[in-house]
């Protein structure tokens, strides 16, 4: 018996990601999250796979990023097992699959990232630096970061670590890095690094002899998220771009040889992003940005529309895609070119792992299967032609138990970033507004990512193409869907998508109800305040990274929410995050104020302790009340 979907379904949600693999010893380990039955946390585990049926390896229920390793013996994961709730850092520990109980190999006070396995050494990222418990006396820039908290006497810096415990860190100085690789045979380490604060995007590349210290700089002013080695050595593959559309370029694999220097694209031509940018809120972690070489080849996953794909490339470009289809590809390891394993995900199945053999797909793990239980709705595609002649993709979802011949109400939601994108993603929340009898609209207007650069670059013209891509959108959802009551009409969104709903309601009064998310109000307060917000700020806003509102003052005004809310007659509701610090609280109390100040009808919900992540990975309780809210203000306004 199928039964309506309702929020506290949200505990049932299993999330598989940190996905790591033997090709010779046939193994896979994986993470797999779920949210605790005291809804103030989350259970993480390892399980493991062998080719038959993967099993819970571990049962600390703090246990994540699993890596193997190299000869097969065991696994090193990370895990909070024996620290305080508040205490920071994290345990490597290491479980050997002969026997006997993981033992804690270190523990890393400034946490853990990137952590890979080479030879008989595991290498990984952590932040050095005095810690400021109290008082905070501040003299460097960025102050904090979102998820981080205050950051001014930190550096990112790259650490190894043998199996007796023994700790070295491999790198110092004023400067951050922000990537690695190290060579198969051990010798010499790739880093890409970051030491202009106001230009943290500008990377260099050094290669650092491991022994005698010797380093060389292989690459600058490129903006690197992720490097990998040839299994020779010869090649430095990187995920990367020079830069030349500001934020908006599109990141490609990029080819140095090692020897000259040489950089070759290797997706040249080909207009699209590596990495996977489609939304989802039920994600164990971020999708990684992987690069695995297998002989000659290159693996990848790389944007395309509102899907996400696995592809490869060789050493001389020609891309081409292996796992295609309506979905999320979230991660994946490749033991052969006829064996591939990838976790995905798609609008109605939440995360499982699949085994891809010569083409044919079977999916191996059922952790999901509860969704079989739920009513849920399936995303209908539409296109139509924006204004100006260019195509927008977007979807439809009806109501759970959708009925012709009623009028429903309809909520248009839009993304973040600007350059992220919707699609064939699970999205729990779109989910929920179908089972409360909303219809939901979702589509990728102009600054959205899956398509090309020139689509993606609105720099400079916030509030302009953008606006009206939704807005033509949503006329054209109205002309082709007859039950959709026009007279009925709410709009959502979070980061960008909250200042686009900012825009959207002091500049139309066409919708009955508003949901501003983690937004932005002011672009000239932004600057000062939010973690990456003089870069952000120019880029975006201004237009070019020199371009700041001292020079520009006028279009960082015009192009501001608070200066238009004069003209606002849709009821909001402002949801906020007091650790928020991408787009910091100031933004929502600035909107809430002069809202009051002009007597509009405002309502704020405040979430203490959340940061800009709250509806992906925040507090589940708290995720519980932020949408149990959304559903009572559009059920509010928008029913009557």
Excluded at 415 to 433: D, I, N, R
Excluded at 473 to 490: A, M
Aim: glycine content about 10%.
């Amino acid at each position: 018996m199928v039964r309506r979907l309702v929020i506290d379904d949200l505990k049932l949600v299993r999330m598989i990601h940190d996905l790591d693999s033997h090709g010779d010893k046939g193994l896979l380990v994986f993470t797999l999250s779920k949210i605790s039955d005291s809804m103030d946390d989350y259970e993480r585990n390892i399980w493991i796979y062998d080719g038959k049926s993967p099993r819970q390896l571990t049962r600390g229920n703090s246990d994540f990023s699993p890596r193997i390793l190299s000869d097969g013996s065991g696994v090193v994961f990370l895990s909070r097992r024996g620290l305080g709730k508040d205490e920071p850092g994290v345990g490597v520990w290491l479980l050997k699959f002969d026997g006997g109980e993981a033992v804690r190999l270190t523990y890393v006070r400034g946490g853990v990232t990137g952590m890979r396995v080479v030879g008989n050494e595991i290498f990984f990222l952590s932040t050095t630096g005095p810690t400021q418990e109290d008082v905070k006396f501040v003299d460097d820039w960025p102050l904090w970061f979102n998820g981080r908290g205050f950051i001014h006497t930190f550096k990112t810096h790259l650490f190894s670590l043998k199996v007796d415990g023994s700790l070295r860190q491999l790198t110092s100085g004023d400067f951050d890095v922000v990537a690695y690789d190290v060579k198969p045979n051990g010798e010499e380490v790739a880093v890409a690094i970051s030491s202009d604060r106001f230009k943290p995007y500008r990377n260099e590349v050094w290669l650092i002899n491991l022994r005698s210290g010797e380093r060389r700089t292989i690459l600058s002013n490129y903006s690197v998220s992720t490097m990998k080695f040839s299994p020779d050595g010869k090649y430095l593959a990187m995920v990367g771009n020079d830069l030349h559309r500001g934020f908006a370029t599109h990141d490609h694999v990029l080819l140095v040889k090692v020897d000259t220097n040489e950089v070759i694209d290797l997706m040249r031509g080909v207009d699209r992003n590596v990495g996977n940018s489609l939304n989802s809120d039920v994600r164990g972690s971020p999708p990684p940005t992987k690069l695995q070489w297998v002989g000659e080849y290159i693996y990848f996953v790389m944007m395309d529309g509102g899907t996400a794909r696995l592809a490869r490339t060789g050493v001389n470009g020609n891309v081409e895609v292996v796992v295609g289809g309506n979905r999320s590809v979230e991660d994946f390891a490749v033991i052969n070119h006829e064996l591939i394993y990838f976790v995905a995900m798609d609008p109605t199945t939440p995360t499982e792992l699949y085994r891809w053999v010569n083409g044919a797909e079977e999916r191996v793990t059922n952790f999901n299967d509860w969704v079989g239980m739920v009513s849920l709705s399936k995303p209908e595609q539409f296109k139509f032609k924006a204004g100006d002649g260019v195509e927008i993709e977007g979807w439809i979802m009806r109501p759970a138990d959708f009925r012709p011949g009623i009028k429903y109400p309809a909520i248009l939601e839009i993304h973040g970033g600007p350059k992220t994108a919707y699609g064939y993603s699970f999205m729990f929340e779109f989910q929920v507004l179908a089972n409360e009898g909303f219809v939901v609209v979702f589509m990728n207007p102009r600054g959205s990512d899956g398509y090309g650069e020139g689509f993606a670059d609105i720099r400079g013209h916030y509030g302009e193409r953008d606006y009206e891509d939704l807005m033509e959108g949503l006329d054209y959802v109205l002309r082709s869907y007859d039950f959709i009551d026009p007279n009925r009409l709410g709009v959502i969104g979070g980061s960008y998508g909250g200042f686009m709903t900012n825009w959207i309601v002091t500049h139309t009064d066409r919708f009955r109800a508003a949901v501003t998310d983690r937004s932005i109000s002011n672009w000239v307060s932004f600057f000062g305040t939010s973690d990456i917000g003089p870069y952000f700020a120019n880029d975006q806003i201004g237009g070019d990274e020199g371009k700041d509102f001292w020079g520009y003052l006028e279009t960082y005004l015009a192009k501001s929410p608070i200066m238009y809310v004069k003209n606002v007659k849709t009821p909001l509701l402002i949801i906020h995050s007091l650790e928020d610090y991408r787009c910091w609280f100031d933004q929502a109390v600035q909107l809430y104020t002069a809202l009051k100040y002009m007597g509009k009808e405002v309502r704020m919900v405040v979430f203490p302790g959340e940061n800009h992540d709250l509806s992906r990975f925040g507090k589940p309780n708290h995720r519980v009340v932020r949408l149990r809210s959304i559903v009572d203000w559009f059920s509010e306004k928008l029913r009557r």
